[in-house]
């Protein structure tokens, strides 16, 4: 575990901070057993938290032609519109070209 940051945090000590303050005490936090039973659910690795950078966000987005829900690894962002414009499929971005016999999106310009 060298190298490695944990946290631990008392929801216990939280949540009965508002109705009995009695109950927050540190002394008898440590010795209460469902602190122990929440702590290993309560406990963060930094070290995962810092790697997940990399992944978006918002992990679905909708279609801006077909409106239907899809992970943003099966949608494109086809021009410089942001937002809800954002992502399309590349199938429907295809078939609305095609249509419209132009590549250049009517909101962008691009």
């Given at each position: 575990?060298a ?13 009965s901070?508002k109705?009995?303050?009695?109950a ?8 209460s ?11 963060v690795?930094?070290?995962?938290e ?10 679905a987005?909708?279609c801006?032609?077909?409106q ?25 971005v ?8 132009d ?6 310009h691009?």
């Amino acid at each position: 575990m060298a190298g490695e940051d944990h946290v631990v945090v008392d929801v216990d000590g939280l949540a009965s901070a508002k109705g009995d303050r009695a109950a927050a005490k540190p002394s008898e936090a440590v010795s209460s057993p469902a602190v122990f039973a929440a702590a290993p659910s309560a406990t963060v690795d930094l070290d995962e938290e810092g790697s997940g950078e990399e992944e978006p966000l918002i992990q679905a987005a909708e279609c801006r032609i077909c409106q239907e829900e899809d992970s943003v690894k099966n949608l494109e962002k086809p021009c410089a519109c942001s937002g809800s414009l954002k992502y399309a499929h590349r199938a429907c971005v295809q078939r609305w070209c095609n249509e419209k016999g132009d590549t250049t999106c009517e909101i962008c310009h691009q």
